[in-house]
């Protein structure tokens, strides 16, 4: 499971927070979502 913490929304927010299966499907969604972004294992 790959955790995503987005620290520029506020607890609570539904983008605060993403879940992924693993690292590879993390790495998609941000490709296309937030090529910025980076999620840790």
């Given at each position: 499971m790959t955790v995503f913490v987005n620290t520029s929304k506020q607890i609570?927010?539904?983008d605060h927070v993403?879940?992924?299966a693993n690292v590879?499907?993390?790495e998609k969604w941000?490709?296309?979502n937030d090529p910025e972004g980076v999620a840790l294992e």
């Open positions: 609570g927010d539904k993403k879940l992924f590879d499907a993390a941000f490709e296309v």
